[in-house]
């Protein structure tokens, strides 16, 4: 049962201090970044570290809301644009520009993907729902192959931008990855 009561302030300070901390620690050091860091740099313990974020993924999923919101909000916006293919490409590069933020990450969400138990999952969800929507119209404008999923989409996105973590010198690697892939998702 999720407790629902309103934190105190101190535990609200403490909420927010955490997630600056994470938000600032993942980017500089990816998201294996070590929790006791976090803790430390927040001024907390590990125990209150762990009162707010049961495990790594779920603190994870709280730094990423914001992220999550912006590219749903894309979606929504792009959902009813004339050329329903240059959409999915528009989202997808968003998806792709996003999962490369933070080292790690994209391995994360490759993972949480096959892991419905995982925080994660609250990210990957909604956007994979609003990936489809965006499929699902290229598709019926005959512009995408129709054996095409939105899970194999998404794991593609992923993987760019593992490709391109790997090689951080070559910042056009993604561009050419997601471009060499929308080819073969056209349909004949």
Known sequence: MTDTRPKRADARRNYERLLTEARATFAERGTDASLEEIARRSGVGIG??????PNRHAMMNAVFQEALAALLERSHELAGAEQPCMALVEWLR????????YRGLARALMSASH????????????????????????????????????????QLTNAIALAAEQAPED?????????????GLRAE
């Open 48 to 53: 209150t570290l762990y009162r707010h974020f």
């Open 94 to 101: 968003a998806l792709v520009t996003h999962a490369g933020e």
């Open 115 to 154: 892991d419905e138990d995982s925080a994660l999952t609250a990210c990957s969800v909604p956007l994979r729902q609003a990936g489809e929507r965006l499929l699902v119209r290229a598709q019926e404008a005959g512009s995408v192959r129709a054996d095409v999923s939105i899970a194999d989409l998404m």
């Open 171 to 183: 910042r056009e690697l993604a561009d050419r990855l997601l471009t060499l892939t929308l080819r």
